[in-house]
């Protein structure tokens, strides 16, 4: 049995369907903070606990032989919008989760952190970073990882195996579809406006991964030998690209769909941007991501056009946004008792 925390997110949905595939047991743990509606293509073939990372139970830990920790408020605007809530969730969540599965035997334990905690902004070196770069993150979010991280590797010993994983900018397809994340943005500007506007002109770099090369590079932790991922960091990404050249493969790669226009906004001058080594992922488990930038956006183009979360601007699909309505609602439910 497998514990996917975070199992109905962006990823998390991946990843279940991933595991189905190869013929694990599943089971999902998620607060269902963006609904359950995920897990509806494969919710007979798991099971599923409903639950906050927060007030983590050991006993969802029963049977369990690995776990995927993938829950987390994410990205950046979601975790500035409440670092409290960023720290408590991505931090010390995760070492609570962590010492469970310790303590209930559970050696295997691969962590969703991020390659943005080697951001040091765009009038930064431009210099190719690798997993033992010296690391300062600031923004709330990376903060939150790296001291997550930190925590595992402490934790480390003969018995439990904790492996982190610094995804790039992660893109693609999911049941639990996001357009906060900048291939996907591209998707919903081109079928909106058929133009899409890249910042700062374009010049930042971004290391990125497939959400499905993500959630398989997880398996791949899982069934590697203990030595090659116990205490191990390791950076996940198919290439790194600057924005600019994003905007243009992706075009590209729609030629036989739409007609796509590109505008470089010149105005900003702050922005993230780094660019990541993924060799040691490569030598350390022998894994490596396939999924081009121009096939998943295809892909997602082609999603989009069969009706699938086409209502681009419907609040669920970006995560700064849900919780912005959420704590609205919350409030007003407050405000005014019961609906009926």
């Given at each position: 049995m497998i514990l996917v925390t975070g199992g109905a997110g962006y990823?998390?949905?991946?990843?279940?369907?991933?595991?189905?595939n190869r013929g694990f047991a599943v089971r999902v743990f998620d607060k269902f903070l963006y609904g359950d509606y995920p897990l509806e293509s494969f919710r007979n073939q798991v099971e599923v606990v409903?639950?906050?990372?927060c007030a983590f139970d050991d006993n969802v830990l029963e049977d369990v032989r690995g776990v995927l920790h993938l829950a987390a408020l994410s990205n950046d605007p979601t975790a500035e919008f409440n670092p409290e809530a960023s720290r408590k969730i991505n931090t010390e969540a995760t070492r609570t989760v962590a010492e469970a599965c310790k303590g209930k035997g559970v050696s295997r334990f691969v962590f969703a952190s991020s390659c943005s905690v080697y951001d040091r902004g765009l009038m930064a070196e431009d210099v190719?970073?690798?997993?033992?770069?010296l690391l300062e993150p600031r923004a709330a979010y990376a903060?939150?990882?790296f001291e997550a991280e930190r925590i595992l590797?402490?934790?480390?010993?003969?018995?439990?195996?904790?492996?982190?994983?610094r995804q790039g900018t992660v893109y693609g397809w999911s049941p639990r579809m996001?357009?906060?994340?900048?291939?996907?943005?591209?998707i919903k500007s081109a079928f909106q406006t058929g133009e899409l506007t890249v910042h700062c002109g374009g010049e930042m770099w971004r290391p990125m991964v497939d959400v499905t090369d993500a959630a398989k590079c997880y398996l791949a932790c899982l069934e590697a030998e203990p030595a090659a991922v116990a205490g191990k960091i390791y950076n996940v990404a198919y290439r790194n690209y600057r924005v600019l050249e994003l905007a243009h493969r992706f075009r590209?790669?729609?030629?036989?769909?739409?007609?796509?226009?590109?505008?470089?906004?010149?105005?900003?001058?702050?922005?993230?941007?780094?660019?990541?080594?993924?060799r040691n992922l490569e030598t350390g488990?022998?894994?490596?991501?396939?999924?081009?930038?121009?096939?998943?956006?295809?892909?997602?183009?082609?999603q989009v056009m069969d009706g699938h979360c086409a209502d681009f601007e419907n609040p669920k699909y970006y995560n700064i946004r849900w919780l912005e309505t959420l704590i609205e609602m919350d409030a007003h439910l407050k405000r005014i008792g019961s609906i009926f």
């Open positions: 990823i998390g949905a991946v990843t279940v369907q991933e595991l189905l409903e639950g906050d990372i190719l970073q690798d997993e033992d770069s903060t939150s990882k590797l402490d934790m480390c010993d003969d018995r439990f195996h904790p492996v982190s994983l996001r357009y906060d994340l900048v291939v996907n943005t591209f590209k790669a729609l030629e036989g769909i739409m007609s796509v226009d590109i505008q470089a906004e010149y105005g900003s001058q702050t922005g993230r941007s780094y660019r990541v080594s993924s488990i022998g894994f490596k991501c396939s999924m081009s930038v121009e096939e998943s956006a295809l892909n997602m183009a082609r």
